[in-house]
């Protein structure tokens, strides 16, 4: 485990010497999926901060690892945004820069990670915005659109005709319980919880999906 005073790492022992292949080619069961959520101080991903970070690695619907962390914002949280999320302004006021948390992050999250998230595009804006406003640029690769998940997408595909796609009706249809919503851990782990759902209902329809090649395929492209 690597600590920071208010983060950690917690890493899965992968073995650096092995040979690396693509992971598209690998067997869902073989995947590790690296499952984000970031909380902000608002929706522009150019003029509003990042507070938390979380990613947790599966594989096969087990945890592999973790990386969490709170962020010293560039920028007060406003106080409809800390009714939200429960995180205040002297929660984060010694909180790790966001320079220190997108490496910390980038390190943990490997060359080729399979990005997952509930509404994914969000969080890849602005992941994608802050590592090169942070002198990171080199680092965006890893969160390429071309090979990340929206569960919220994938649910429109696997249960079409729910009233809504948010976070928390996607994972009461998956029998999947969030107890604490906003929280970058909670929705971390609801939306893997979605994915696993999802896989094993396209799985029980006899739908051809094999690889992460084939569940990228049925996705379709992420707009960012």
């Known amino acids: 485990m690597q600590q920071s005073l208010f983060g950690s790492v917690v890493l899965s022992g992968e073995d650096e010497a092995a040979p ?32 938390e970070i979380v990613a947790i690695q599966y594989k ?11 962020v010293k914002p560039t920028e007060p949280i406003p106080p409809e945004v800390e009714a939200i999320t429960g995180i205040s302004n002297d929660m984060v006021a010694q909180a790790p820069a966001l320079v ?17 998230g509930h509404n994914v595009a969000f969080d890849l804006n602005f992941l994608r915005e802050k590592l090169d406003t942070s002198g990171l640029s ?15 997408i994938l649910a429109q595909k696997v249960l079409p005709g729910l009233p809504s796609y948010e976070g928390i ?8 319980i969030n107890d604490n919503p906003h929280r970058a851990e909670y929705d971390v782990r609801m939306s893997a919880g979605i994915l696993f759902s999802l ?8 739908h051809p999906i094999q690889s992460v090649e084939d569940l990228l395929c049925y996705q379709g492209a992420i707009l960012l």
Request: some cysteine; glycine content about 6%; hydrophobic content about 45%.
């Open 100 to 116: 220190m948390a997108l490496s910390e992050l980038c390190g943990f999250v490997g060359t080729s990670p399979l990005i997952v």
């Open 138 to 152: 080199p680092f965006i690769t890893r969160f390429d659109p071309a090979t990340a998940f929206c569960t919220k």
């Open 199 to 206: 896989i094993r209902r396209l799985r029980e329809r006899q």
């Open 20 to 51: 690396k292949l693509s992971p598209l080619a690998s067997a869902i069961e073989d995947a590790v999926f690296t499952v984000i959520d970031l909380e902000t101080t608002g929706l522009n991903a150019r003029k509003n901060a990042i507070t």
């Open 169 to 176: 009706v996607v994972a009461n249809q998956c029998g999947v």
């Open 60 to 70: 096969n619907g087990e945890e592999m690892g973790k990386y969490a962390t709170l």
